[in-house]
């Protein structure tokens, strides 16, 4: 038995949330007495053996560029192969894009029970219980996994990327490629922007701007703080900012160290995306917008006002004023 | 052609969540129940878009749960499809739920099926992807596009920091969500006709359930805001900084 970590790459990169998978396998794989291997489908630039910091032994690879984009059925088929060979029998996958496709897929082949958005270590003292989020964020569930082999997606950002000595083998995996059941026809990337998901910082802005106009500000306050850009769904379905910036119950669900919201009044719906940032600041006129409920700091003034002096008194801490 | 829509019963969006019975239950006291947001507002409307395109096309709903379904189901016939199914038996574990739709679907050749990308409840985000894999069909997630040319399917999946189209050939799978289709309320017309639309009741078949729930949390209270005056914003910036080392 031992504990394998699915690496996801897009672009021939490694993405940050494998990092935290590799992390999070390895500390699993530390507290049951085994050894993590990880498992990269596709080619990367990356040096796979430097992965061993992050606490894996060995990482498999099926280095064909047929596989640089997402086939679910074919990854899972491999993935469920390759586990079965290694004698994995705990799977971890990010909560990302490609493991919400692949992962269910793979608990199908396996039979294995399935926990997705885990948000801490599993408690292994008595049976095997995984800490999920449930409920948009709005609270957690303890669920215990019965099978012989157990798959867990862990959610993004929920545990911090540490890395130490160790170099990890590479071994080509000897698996044949299954016949492609999707065919790519095309990928637009939206170039220069931090994918939301990933973002450590997030600054976000609601109808209280008035108007798609008035979006520079907060663009030039995410820029001084490497953050992503995002939106409340108003916003998104007035079209003054694109959908995939929505954040909130029905958009996309974000956990990042600092979420700043500007104008934004904290629907509850909205709470449900953003609840798990770990610092969140609140800029709105209004002393009653229940988001200051919810928030670590706030100011209660004209984002028009404060929003450029935060920008300006933040490039000055930086020395990039 | 032949849809199958699968729908969830979730607590409304505005639900406030708390536990009973030493924490292991969900407090339904005061609940508004709802058809999950991603199943209704994009995989039904979707649905129900290629069928006012080709009339000739078959929609069934399904629903696995118990009787206390029921009204979501009516709720989701109002708004379109021919007939509902639903499977007689109540689980939180996907594997097991993703069976029980496997049976139906695998019985009825359905040509596609639409799940939506998750339930707002427990946040599963899986049954869609082992449901593929025992129907052995094409699976794809976080579906914004679908248009359909015969039985070539051309499907916009979002990735990070961007979206992916793809080609594929029916039977498939897909997961739906924002950008599929608009939020449609249903008419008076719908209502009455969903009244007598069938509404089918199977026996759930052996399947295992691989997980079960042991507890539920409620996340910690906030400490509460520290308010910062609006003209001292350079005090904000030095808590963020080294009070919370946000960066």
Redesign the interface.
């Known amino acids: 038995m031992s504990v394998l970590i699915f690496i996801d790459q ?1 672009d021939g990169q490694i ?1 940050k949330s494998s990092y935290e998978v590799l992390n999070y396998g390895a500390a699993i794989a530390s507290q049951t007495g085994t050894t993590a291997e990880a498992i990269l489908l596709g080619t990367v630039k990356d040096d796979l053996a430097a992965l061993g910091k992050y606490g894996v032994t060995k990482v498999h690879q099926l280095a064909n560029d047929a596989l640089n ?1 997402i ?3 074919i990854f ?1 088929t491999i993935i469920a192969e390759a586990a079965v060979k290694i004698g994995a029998t705990i799977l971890v996958f990010a ?4 493991g ?6 793979v ?3 396996l ?7 885990a948000v801490a270590i599993p408690d292994t003292s008595n049976g095997f ?1 995984v ?17 012989a082999v157990k798959i867990i ?1 862990l959610n993004q950002n929920s545990i911090k990327v540490h890395s130490g000595e160790g170099i990890a083998t590479v071994a080509a995996l000897d698996i044949a490629l299954p016949s492609p ?10 170039s220069g ?3 939301l ?2 973002a450590e ?1 997030v600054v976000s802005a609601g109808r209280g701007l008035k108007g798609p106009e008035n979006w520079a500000m907060v663009e030039e306050l995410a820029k001084t ?1 490497h953050a992503a850009t995002a939106c409340s769904r108003p916003v998104a379905d007035t079209g003054w900012r694109p ?2 910036e ?1 954040v909130g ?3 996309v669900q974000i956990a990042p ?2 979420y700043i919201a500007i104008g934004i009044s904290g629907a ?2 909205h709470l ?1 995306g953003v ?1 798990r940032s ?2 969140i ?2 800029i709105n006129k209004d002393p009653e917008a229940p988001f ?11 984002a028009f ?2 929003v450029p ?2 920008t300006a ?2 490039q000055q ?1 930086k020395g990039t004023a | 052609m032949k849809i199958l829509v699968c729908i969830s019963k979730t ?1 409304d ?2 639900s406030k ?1 708390a ?1 009973k019975d030493n924490n292991t239950r969900f407090e339904e006291t005061g609940v508004q129940w709802i058809i999950n ?2 199943d209704e ?1 994009y995989s039904l409307v979707r649905a129900i878009e290629l069928k006012e395109k080709d009339p000739a096309t078959v929609i069934h709903l399904i629903k696995v749960g118990a009787a206390d379904t029921e009204p979501i189901i009516r709720k989701a016939l109002a708004l379109g499809g021919d007939e509902a199914i639903r499977v007689n038996t109540d689980s939180s ?3 097991y739920i ?1 069976a029980q739709i496997a049976a139906v679907a695998n019985a009825g050749g359905y040509d596609l099926i639409f799940t939506g ?1 998750e339930t ?15 129907v052995h ?6 579906a ?1 596009h679908f248009e359909l040319n015969g039985t070539l399917a ?1 499907i916009t ?12 050939c029916l039977p498939l799978v897909i ?1 739906a969500q ?2 599929m289709a608009e939020q449609r309320i249903p008419n008076m017309r719908g209502i009455m006709a969903a009244r007598t639309k069938p509404l089918k009741v199977v026996e759930p078949v052996v399947a ?12 910690p209270a ?2 509460g ?7 001292n ?2 005090e ?2 030095r ?3 080294e009070e ?1 080392k ?2």
């Open positions: 897009a993405k984009h086939d679910a059925a899972a909560q990302s894009h490609s919400k496709a692949i992962a269910g897929r608990s199908a082949i039979k294995a029970g399935i926990v997705t958005g219980i800490k999920k989020a449930v409920f948009s964020g709005k609270a957690f569930a303890n669920v215990r996994i019965d099978s997606t059941t999707v065919t790519v026809s095309a990928v637009h990337k939206v922007e931090i994918p998901t990933e910082i703080l959908h995939h929505h119950q029905t958009g160290n600092l509850i719906q449900a609840n770990k610092v600041v609140v200051f409920k919810a928030a670590d700091y706030g100011i209660i003034g004209d006002e404060v002096q935060l008194a933040i801490l | 607590p969006t505005t969540i536990f947001p991603y507002w574990d996907s594997y993703a990308k707002i409840d427990y946040n599963g985000s899986c049954i869609g992807a082992i449901l593929s894999e025992m069909a094409p699976y794809i997630s976080l914004t051309s999946r979002e990735i990070e920091g961007g979206e992916e189209v793809y080609t594929v997961s924002k950008g295992e359930q691989l997980t079960s729930i042991v507890s539920f949390e409620l996340p906030k400490a805001v520290k308010l910062v005056a609006a003209d914003v350079a904000l910036v808590l963020l900084h919370a946000a960066f």
